[in-house]
């Protein structure tokens, strides 16, 4: 009898955590994750029960990468009619490119106001490693987007060459499909259907992961903070102030420009898009958060598959405004800690750099650091070993993870808002979804 009843009240338990409201419950494991890990600093047991719970979240949401990323922009592609496909496909990309533009310009902007590092005098250390960019060359980027294999490029989870493929594919699909040939037409909508279903079905697996959610999101949250939280913002403090100032300054003018710009609401659109935000500033991967991007942008915002099954993949690899921001103000930093002023022509060629660096190296693991690294070197802060450059640089790579969360959300914002600007552009946009 006491058994059954210690079952009812664990079952009352599991369905009252479900009838709780997800998003409450993603900030409830980051703001406890965020206290505990301040509390509790450098606590090596507890890191080490906490890092598999962590592990896990950001393990299944990779699990759904490649087949929703494949799935969503084979059918994303194919529900353009051909004579439609290479217009939506411009809109989004020209987007992008205005998006990034603007955000150097922020991220320049508040590192010029605000002078981070300004006075620090940093001197070469004897223990300041050197650093190789080992970045590819632009050939070799471009050949790069092209799989030899494209069963290979989805089992290594190589985004940019499964993106390249699956743009293909849904091409040559959406020309089927519309094929005067009944027999082709009719194979076409069957394997159109096929990729549709598998897209929803990955909505479904998404919807399980989330509710997992919040206790991955305490355990990674509880692991930086325990880890370098209170250090990181002491020495820093100014350049992570600096950073994060450029992000809500993007948001503030960028986001409500664009939402003006096709009158929809910049609170509406901040209140539908912070689910996507808050998993991407948690998780620091914009492919991790697709997912939810994707299902946000479907249910919660009207965009169209069509659109968002193009807009949003390609978006999480070569849209990252807030990447560029966080490249202008850490260069800015690093010159004015080593006490190195940039004139004119270098500022100009952070602009150019950051901007392809954040295409370029969209697929390289660590790819924040590699971009700096590139920008550094375009304008002669070489980060050798035991230089000021190196040491300076080390800083920033100390707190990384924490700028890396703002960066990362802003990033999916800006993907989100491209995918809602072109659908209101396109006339395609659910307004019933902004009532």
């Keep these: 009898m006491e058994a059954d009843v210690k079952t009812v009240k664990s079952k009352s338990l599991i369905r009252r955590y479900f009838e709780i409201n997800l998003l409450y419950k993603i900030l409830a494991g980051l703001i406890l994750g965020a206290v505990f890990g301040a509390i509790f600093q450098n606590a090596t047991g507890a890191i080490e029960i906490l890092k598999p719970f962590g592990d896990i979240f950001i393990r299944l949401l990779k699990m759904i990468i490649v087949p929703i990323v494949t799935a969503s922009l084979i059918v994303g592609c194919s529900s353009i009619a051909p004579s439609d496909l ?3 496909g411009a809109k989004v990309l020209l987007f992008y490119l205005a998006t990034s533009f603007f955000a150097i310009l922020i991220g320049l902007g508040v590192g010029i106001f605000l002078e981070p590092g300004a006075g620090l005098g940093i001197t070469g250390a004897a223990s300041a490693q050197a650093k190789a960019a080992n970045a ?8 790069n987007l092209f799989p030899t294999n494209p069963i290979e490029a989805m089992a290594k989870g190589e985004i940019l060459q499964i993106i390249t493929f699956s ?11 519309d094929s005067k040939d009944e027999r082709l ?43 370098q939280g209170v250090k990181a913002f002491g020495p820093l403090l100014g350049v992570t102030i600096s950073t994060y100032i450029g992000f809500i300054a993007h948001v503030a003018l960028i986001f409500t420009l664009a939402c003006l710009a096709i009158k929809i609401s910049p609170l509406k ?22 997912p939810i991007s994707m299902k946000t942008a479907d249910e919660d915002m009207g965009v169209p598959k069509q659109i968002y099954g193009f807009a949003l993949p390609v978006g999480a690899t070569v849209n990252m405004n807030g990447t560029i921001i966080y490249l202008g103000i850490c260069a800015i ?13 270098a500022k100009l060629t952070i602009i150019l750099t950051a901007v392809l660096a954040a295409v370029g190296t969209a697929g390289v693991p660590g790819a924040g650091a590699i971009m700096l690294l590139m920008v550094l070197e375009s304008v002669g802060l070489k980060v050798e070993s035991g230089s000021a450059v190196a ?13 890396d969360m703002g960066r990362t959300s802003l990033n999916v914002g800006g993907d989100m808002l491209g995918a809602v600007f072109v659908a209101k552009n396109e006339n395609s946009l659910d307004m019933s979804k902004w009532e």
């Design 333 to 345: 930093f690093i010159a004015n800690a080593v006490g190195v002023q940039l004139d004119m022509g």
């Design 185 to 227: 037409s009719k194979l076409g909508h069957l394997i159109y259907d096929v990729f549709d279903g598998i897209n929803h079905i990955m909505f479904k697996v998404v919807g399980w992961i989330m509710q997992y959610a919040p206790i991955g999101v305490f355990a990674l949250i509880f692991i930086v903070f325990s880890q």
């Design 136 to 143: 590819p060359s632009m050939s070799q980027i471009l050949v």
């Design 391 to 403: 040491a300076a640089y080390a800083l920033i790579l100390g707190i990384d993870a924490i700028l």
């Design 167 to 177: 743009l293909f594919f849904g091409v040559a699909l959406s020309f089927v499909k």
């Design 86 to 88: 290479g217009r939506v």
């Design 269 to 290: 659109f901040l209140n539908k898009v912070k689910s996507p935000m808050i998993t991407a500033f948690v998780t620091r991967s914009s492919g991790g958060t697709l």
